[in-house]
């Protein structure tokens, strides 16, 4: 199997806090992690490339000292938004992706930021 | 600028029948091609995919035929069933090892009873 698991799974949270999201691969390693952000009937949006034991590798766009991102084992990823603010809200998903060369990725079940 | 298109965004079907979801892509680095299926508030699960050196993949009802040179692939579910229901994206990965994907924007495929 390849299960990635997410928490929480929803949070609310009041303008200038921060968050912390945490993305876990339960059945395997992934020396890879991507965190996705989607907006309502919108695709998937690439934020960053998170790879353990080194920095996040971020998109274009997207602020790094906002989204801190760390990858600190082979089977944890956490995003911290920080200063956080009601255009933050959003559905934050996280994926893994497998060591072997694989190229599938396998998404965790995603978390709600709703900022207040 | 999106790589990876998918043009309809919705789709209609009746249980029993094909469902057909198309998906148009413009960078030819792209060598493997992947559909997700995503219900509301939850992670994409990994449905099927397909390299660039086949044409065709199988797997039960779902079959994904790719054309290189059209730069275009397809989903076929048949048949379709009422658990099909959510939306659909296309992915593409490109011929390196970062595992990145381009998705589509996604179809929001409804079968009928």
New interface residues.
Partial sequence: GAV?S?HPSRVICKSGTSVKIECRSLDFQAT?M?WYRQFPK???M?MA?SNEGSKATYEQGVEKDKFLINHASLTLSTLTVTSAHPEDSS?Y?C?A?KLA?A????????T?LTVT | DQQVKQNSPSLSVQEGRISILNCDYTNSMFDYFLWYKKYPAEGPTFLISISSIKDKNEDGRFTVFLNKSAKHLSLHIVPSQPGDSAVYFCAANPASSDYKLSFGAGTTVTVRA
């Fill in positions: 990635v997410q890879t991507f919108q695709s998937l690439l490339t559905f998903i994926s992706g060369g190229y599938e990725q396998y998404f965790g079940p995603g709600r």
